[in-house]
């Protein structure tokens, strides 16, 4: 499983960000997809994920409303966005994709994650 994230950037607070994550190198209708955060000096936590099977959508309190994950689907790829709008400072992050098999239809939000990609920045400040 390859997954490559990318869109991250320096935005001021109220600007929107869209970020991506190219998943590849398996079947892709297996696995639930999810995004996580990082700030400097806090632990790594869960922001959004997406079931497979139904697509149904969650999002962790801080940024619902605000966020939206959507899932497209190539041949051979995946790619799992996030739409990021009205940001805060408090959104500032290292921004990872990560993936997991998953059950058909099953919560995305309860699994514990296990392939990862590398992190994108995403900087909110004026």
């Known amino acids: 499983v390859q997954l490559q994230a990318s869109g991250g950037g320096l935005v001021q607070p109220g600007g929107s960000l869209r970020l991506s994550c190219l998943a590849s190198g398996f079947t892709r209708d297996y696995y639930a997809i999810g995004w996580f955060r990082q700030a400097p000096g806090k632990e790594r936590e869960w922001v959004s994920c997406?079931?497979?099977?139904?697509?149904?959508?969650?999002?962790t309190d801080s940024v619902k409303g605000r966020f939206a994950i959507s899932r497209e689907n190539d041949k051979n790829t995946v790619t799992v966005s996030l739409q990021m709008n009205a940001l805060k400072p408090e959104d500032t992050a290292v921004y990872y994709c990560?993936?997991?098999?998953?059950?058909?239809?099953?919560?995305?939000?309860?699994?514990?994650?296990?392939?990862w990609g590398q992190g994108t920045q995403v900087t909110v400040s004026s």
């Open positions: 990560a993936a997991v098999l998953a059950g058909y239809r099953r919560p995305c939000a309860g699994y514990k994650y296990n392939f």
């Open positions: 997406i079931n497979r099977g139904d697509d149904k959508t969650y999002y």
